[in-house]
């Protein structure tokens, strides 16, 4: 008896996880709710390995949500609006824990930005740690109409060396405008 409980339980469970979840979350801002499907994808390299089946060429890929970011200033404000989403009057960083050797090809920014003027940015850099960085990477965003993904290559592959340097993500962004996240491609 006990056993055909777990196993229903366990079925259950399972038949659960499958289903989609729908959750409503408060926006203040004047956004519309983040269900909005309003969806443009500019496509890259990256996507070249976008297969379940089989990613080509041993490459992989780091995803991190807009909310995972944090403020750079102490006097800045920072909103979530739903959906891993977020926006700020300031500049917005989280730290990119790559394997040593990892060789960085490029990064996808995903962000919300519905006919308002100005740009989501994304910068990926090394810090020295005697105060010396280097900007490996940035770009705009180009799309005003909803939500968005664009993927900006590396003028050349950027070889992780966590020895000698760590390495961050930063944001930033105009008024109206949200970061929903940015997915590092790199090969291992």
């Known amino acids: 008896m006990n056993k055909k409980i777990l196993d229903l339980a366990a079925a259950a469970a399972l038949f659960g996880a499958c289903l989609p979840a729908f959750a409503t979350e408060a926006t203040s801002d004047g956004f519309p709710p983040a269900q909005n499907l309003n969806y443009y994808n500019v496509p890259g390299a990256d996507q070249a390995t976008d297969s379940l089946a089989a990613p080509l060429g041993g490459s992989d890929y780091l995803f991190l949500a807009g909310s995972a970011f944090t403020p750079r200033t102490s006097s800045q404000t920072v909103s979530y609006p739903g959906s891993g989403c977020t926006f700020t009057d300031g500049a917005i960083t989280t730290s990119l824990e790559l394997p040593n050797g990892a060789s960085v090809q490029g990064v996808r920014l995903y962000y919300y930005n519905n006919a308002s003027p100005g740009s989501v940015s994304l910068f990926f850099t ?32 950027v070889v992780i060396d966590n020895g000698g340097q760590a390495y961050v993500l930063t944001s930033t962004m105009s008024a109206g405008l949200r970061l929903c996240g940015m997915r590092v491609f790199y090969s291992p």
């Open 126 to 157: 090394a810090y020295t740690g005697d105060s010396g960085l280097t900007d490996l990477l940035t770009g705009s965003s180009t799309v005003a109409t909803g939500y968005a993904s664009e993927y900006f290559p590396a003028s050349s592959p």
